[in-house]
């Protein structure tokens, strides 16, 4: 594990606009569907869910706080700029450069946020794992730098770079850590942006979105550790 620079302040617009459009797995559940862009169950979910824990016996924390707390440490534009120039400054050389990458084309998408929110002793915890993709390019075969879909030009990466950013936080003391781990897979195919799953169709009620509030605040992940 590395210790990445501290987090740049992130306008709560900005983190946002970023969250609305990714694929996140809320202490557990997934939510991977995001119709024209947005990942509008997610929202639902999250909003309804701050809500809740915030309503909870000797919690201190505001849910606009809490959301907006959430959203600047999972946005990529902040995970994805620290562990760029993190790993780039100790794997990069007068050779090699370190560059965004599309494992298998432009379907493929980067792994889900994965958040584990939770109460315990009065205060809401979370843990937020964001990864971001990279490959370790040789200058010399570069055809052409680019980033996005088509990182390295035509070129495959000399080695893939996994940069998990991983930040803990305390929203009730403002307590927090965060620390980066570097992974070298292989190539992997992930599931598209249209998969869909089951359990949280469209038009969902009031109710509806109290009840799944419910289920993620009985769930093993809001008893006290």
């Not at 202490?27 to 309503?55: H, R, T, W």
């Not at 070129?155 to 936080?169: F, G, K, L, M, S």
């Not at 949280?200 to 289920?215: C, F, N, P």
Request: aromatic content about 6%.
């Amino acid at each position: 594990c590395l210790p990445p620079d501290p987090a740049p302040p992130l306008d709560p617009a900005v983190a946002l606009q970023d969250i609305s459009r990714e694929r996140v797995i809320l202490n557990g559940v997934p939510f991977l569907s995001a119709s024209s862009g947005v990942n509008n169950q997610f929202l639902e979910a999250i909003y309804e869910l701050c809500e809740k824990m915030c309503d909870m016996d000797d919690v201190r924390t505001r849910p606009q706080e809490l959301v907006e707390g959430l959203f600047m440490r999972m946005a990529r534009s902040g995970s994805g700029a620290d562990s760029y120039f993190k790993l780039n400054s100790i794997m990069g050389s007068p050779d090699l450069i370190l560059m965004p990458r599309q494992p298998e084309g432009n379907q493929t998408l980067p792994p889900p946020i994965l958040v584990d929110l939770y109460v315990a002793g009065g205060q809401i915890h979370a843990i937020i794992s964001c990864t971001n993709m990279y490959g370790l390019f040789r200058k010399a075969d570069i055809t052409g730098i680019k980033t996005g879909s088509n990182a390295g030009g035509d070129n495959a990466a000399w080695i893939n770079v996994d940069a998990v950013v991983e930040e803990r936080v305390n929203f009730g003391n403002g307590d927090s850590v965060r620390f980066l781990k570097a992974k070298f897979p292989s190539l992997t195919k992930l599931k598209s942006s249209s998969s869909k799953p089951k359990s949280h169709g469209s038009g969902i009620g009031l109710a509806g979105r109290k009840s799944r509030a419910s289920k993620y605040i009985s769930s093993r992940a809001y008893r006290d550790h």
